[in-house]
C-alpha cells in the first residue's frame, strides 16, 4: 500500500521559513517525479513545486519561484520544500504527491497524494 505522509507544517511569521517534508512507502520511490501542491479552503488546490526522479530539474509556480526551494533524498525516500520569505498568502494546507509521467502541473496526472500539512503565515 502506497503511502505519502507530509510533516513539518505549522506557523510561521511573515518573512520567516518552514520547511516541510514527505515521507513516501509502497513504492520505488526513485522511479516517481514528485510534486508539492498547496490548497486554500474554497479554492482549486494548486501546482506549487516539482523535481524529476533524480532531483536534477526542478519546476516552480512562478509565485514561489526564488522563494521556495523543492529537493530530495532518494535513499530516505523523503521529498522536502524549504519555504522561505514567506508571505500570509503562502497560507494553506500543502500535500505531496507522485508522479509516473506527463505534465508536472497538471494535479490529476499524479497517481498517489498524502494528507497534506497545514502552513499558516501571519503577517
Known amino acids: 500500500q502506497v503511502q505519502l505522509v507530509e510533516s513539518g507544517g505549522g506557523l510561521v511569521q511573515a518573512g520567516g521559513s518552514l520547511r516541510v517534508s514527505c515521507t513516501a512507502s509502497g513504492l520505488i520511490f526513485s522511479t516517481w517525479r514528485m510534486g508539492w501542491f498547496r490548497q486554500i479552503p474554497g479554492k482549486e488546490r494548486e501546482f506549487v513545486a516539482a523535481?524529476?526522479?533524480?532531483?536534477?530539474?526542478?519546476y516552480y509556480a512562478d509565485s514561489v519561484k526564488g522563494r521556495f526551494t523543492i529537493s530530495r533524498d532518494n535513499a530516505k525516500n523523503t521529498v522536502y520544500l524549504q519555504m522561505n520569505s514567506q508571505e500570509p498568502e503562502d497560507t494553506a494546507v500543502y500535500f505531496c504527491?507522485?508522479?509516473?509521467?506527463?505534465?508536472?502541473?497538471?494535479?490529476?496526472?499524479?497517481?498517489?497524494w498524502g494528507k497534506g500539512t497545514q502552513v499558516t503565515v501571519s503577517s
Open positions: 504527491a507522485a508522479q509516473r509521467g506527463g505534465v508536472v502541473y497538471n494535479g490529476p496526472s499524479y497517481e498517489y
Open positions: 523535481i524529476s526522479l533524480g532531483g536534477s530539474t526542478t
